[in-house]
Every structure is written in C-alpha cells, then in structure tokens.
C-alpha cells in the first residue's frame, strides 16, 4: 500500500501570498489531520477532517483553512503569509479502526 | 493546552548502549505513540500503545503505557548507528484523534 503523499514537498513563497499544499492519504483512510512542525514551537495540530468536514481544529488563525474531497485527499491553504508560517507542514492519515496516524514526507514551506 | 514533557531532550551515546526516554503528561490520554523523524522526513510510526500498563515491543524497542495514563517510556537495546534521528512521544486525546506531541529527544549513536 501507498504512504501518505504530499506535493509539493518545498515551497517558496514571500510575504502577503497564499499557498496551497495537497495531501493524499493511504488507501481506504478517511481521517486526514495537519500539523505544523517549527523549531520553536515543535509539532504543533492544525485541523482534522473525516468525510469531507472538519471534526477537530487546533489553536491557529483563521488564515489557516482546510478542506477534503470526497476521495479523501486533502488541500490546507495558507493566506496572507507571515515570515513566522515557514514551517514543515505534515499531513496524516488514519484508518477508522486502527486511529493510529501515518505521516507523509512533508511540504517545506519557506517564507521570505 | 495540554503539555508533554518529553526527557531528555538530547542523547550521545556509544553503538551497542542502551537508551531509555520518557513523557510525562499532565493529563490522560488514551493513547500513547512513539514516532522517529529522519531529516527531511516525516514521523514514522514506532510502537502504539492502547491501554494502561501496556508493554509492548517491536525489534530493539520497548515502549510502556504509564499506570496513571499521563506517561510512557520508550528503550532501545544496543543501539545501531540507524538509530540516529529525533524521536517523538505522542498522546491521543479520548475526545478526539488530534496528537499531542512531546518535545523530541535527539539520539546521536557513535560508531
């Protein structure tokens, strides 16, 4: 079976743009969480969706959003970017029955 | 927020030592994981643990589920120069699916 894939795995980007990061989970998982991982503040919950909503959120600004399609696969989106939101950024994935969380490589995100 | 407090937060060790890390908790969680992260990856799944008292290996390592639910530690027996990256406790929430994660101890294994 696949891993957790996430594209694009690096990223540059400058202050006041957006950006989209992808994330598709193992096959038949249908819980896709997202975290932010930074040397200051470590790994960090960002949000969590099963079946195309949002079922748990973390302690981030509204400019962090999330989605998920109905295949699972999952996209958070980052507006008006800050030097502070560079940061790898992971996505997860778990079955209904196990709950343990599988993690992707990463997108590293780099804000200038 | 909930806190782990994760110890120690580096290790130098000779190959063929044995190491021992652990959490500890503030709150209880209802699961306990241990993860290790190589450089430019993300976390991989070591051992999961899912009730109380729990003692579980896999290979070298050896994770326990605390009594009282806010701790757990983690062993690895004569340790290889692969052993080398940061490993992470991580408790789950009984609400939720969301992970709570230690700090991270650096393991650095000398040939």
């Known amino acids: 079976k696949a891993g957790v894939t996430q594209t694009p795995r690096y990223l540059i980007k400058t202050r006041g743009q957006q950006v989209t990061l992808s994330c598709s989970p193992i096959?038949?998982?249908?819980?896709v969480s997202w975290y932010q991982q930074t040397p200051g503040q470590g790994l960090q919950f960002l949000f969590e969706?099963?079946?195309?909503?949002?079922?748990n959120k973390g302690n981030f600004p509204g400019r962090f959003s999330g989605r998920q399609f109905s295949n699972s696969r999952s996209e958070m989106n980052v507006s008006t970017l800050e030097l502070g939101d560079s940061a790898l950024y992971l996505c997860?994935?778990?079955?209904?029955?196990?709950?343990?969380?599988?993690f992707g490589p990463g997108t590293r995100l780099t804000v200038l | 927020g909930q806190q782990l407090n994760q110890s120690p937060q580096s290790m130098f060790i000779q190959e063929g030592e044995d190491v021992s890390m652990n959490c500890t908790s503030s709150?209880?969680?209802?699961?306990w994981l241990w993860y290790k992260q190589e450089p430019g990856e993300g976390p991989v799944l070591l051992i999961a643990?899912?009730?109380?008292?729990e003692l579980t290996s896999n290979g070298r390592l050896t994770a326990q589920f605390g009594i009282t639910r806010k701790d757990s530690f983690l062993n690895i027996s004569a340790s290889i120069p692969s052993d080398v990256g940061i490993y992470f406790c991580?408790?789950?929430?009984?609400?939720?699916?969301?992970?709570?994660f230690g700090e991270g101890t650096q393991l650095t294994v000398n040939p």
């Open positions: 969706y099963f079946s195309e909503t949002q079922r």
């Open positions: 991580a408790g789950q929430e009984t609400s939720g699916s969301r992970l709570t």
């Open positions: 096959s038949g998982h249908r819980s």
């Open positions: 643990l899912y009730k109380a008292g």
């Open positions: 997860a994935s778990s079955s209904p029955i196990a709950l343990v969380q599988f």
């Open positions: 709150s209880i969680f209802n699961t």
